[in-house]
Nanobody, 123 residues
Framework: QVQLVESGGGLVQAGGSLRLSCAAS????????MGWFRQAPGKEREFVAA????????SYADSEKGRFTISRDNAKNTVYLQLNSLRPEDTAVYYC????????????????WGKGTLVTVSS
């Protein structure tokens, strides 16, 4: 069992930055690909970024490349998402996700979800 707790969301002006954190419980954190997804009002949950178990390679949704950075600290059982150059359309609830030894990019394959943290970007 893995429990995920997000933090770091809030209200920020367009062009600003936020750093989201996700603390994971459990002893097998390093065996999970960790991902971030987001869901805006009235829209489906969408992939944002993922960082693989093992070597820690990363992947991003096309719209986030160059603006967002995902990283992980296996010693702290924590994954981070640095959000830069935020836009109003980035407003959403951001969810941390864990997939056991997978790609971490498809909602249907996620094993565990956090409860989410709200990011609001004002124009």
């Amino acid at each position: 069992q893995v429990q995920l707790v997000e933090s770091g969301g809030g209200l920020v002006q367009a062009g600003g930055s936020l750093r989201l954190s996700c603390a994971a419980s459990g002893r097998t954190f390093s065996s999970y690909t960790m991902g971030w997804f987001r869901q805006a009002p009235g829209k489906e949950r969408e992939f944002v970024a993922a960082i693989r178990y093992g070597g820690g390679s990363t992947s991003y949704a096309d719209s986030e490349k160059g603006r967002f950075t995902i990283s992980r600290d296996n010693a702290k059982n924590t994954v981070y998402l640095q959000l830069n150059s935020l836009r109003p359309e980035d407003t959403a609830v951001y969810y941390c996700a864990a997939e056991y030894r997978g790609r971490g990019t498809n909602t249907q394959n996620i094993n565990y979800w956090g409860k989410g943290t709200l990011v609001t970007v004002s124009s």
